[in-house]
């Protein structure tokens, strides 16, 4: 079992910055490939951008490309989404999700640990 815990949320207004984290219990979490995903009322879960397990890989939504970056620190047990130039359209709960795998899942079915979630508002 894998718990995650996100945090970092907040309100900003546009063109502002926040650093989301994600920190997990277990120590082998460097085995584990992480995705960001956010969700807004009435709209599936997408995935905005995620890291293989050794970091050597990343991806990103286009929505995010430049302005989003993910990066983890095994070490820490820990992975951020530093998110920067923010819009008001990237308002939405964000989640932190894991799974035992080399390659970047893409879908939310192939993720099996999920965190709680936390609130990003962007005013503009």
């Known amino acids: 079992q894998v718990q995650l815990v996100e945090s970092g949320g907040g309100v900003v207004q546009a063109g502002g910055s926040l650093r989301l984290s994600c920190l997990a219990s277990?120590?082998?979490?460097?085995?584990?490939?992480v995705g960001w995903f956010r969700q807004t009322p009435g709209k599936e879960r997408e995935l905005v951008a995620g890291i293989s397990w050794s970091g050597s890989s990343t991806y990103y939504a286009d929505s995010v490309k430049g302005r989003f970056t993910i990066s983890r620190d095994n070490a820490k047990n820990s992975v951020s989404l530093q998110m920067n130039s923010l819009k008001p359209e990237d308002t939405a709960v964000y989640y932190c999700a894991a799974d035992f795998s080399l390659e970047i899942p893409s879908r939310p079915n192939q993720y099996n640990y999920w965190g709680q979630g936390t609130q990003v508002t962007v005013s503009s």
């Open positions: 277990r120590r082998t979490f460097s085995e584990y490939s």
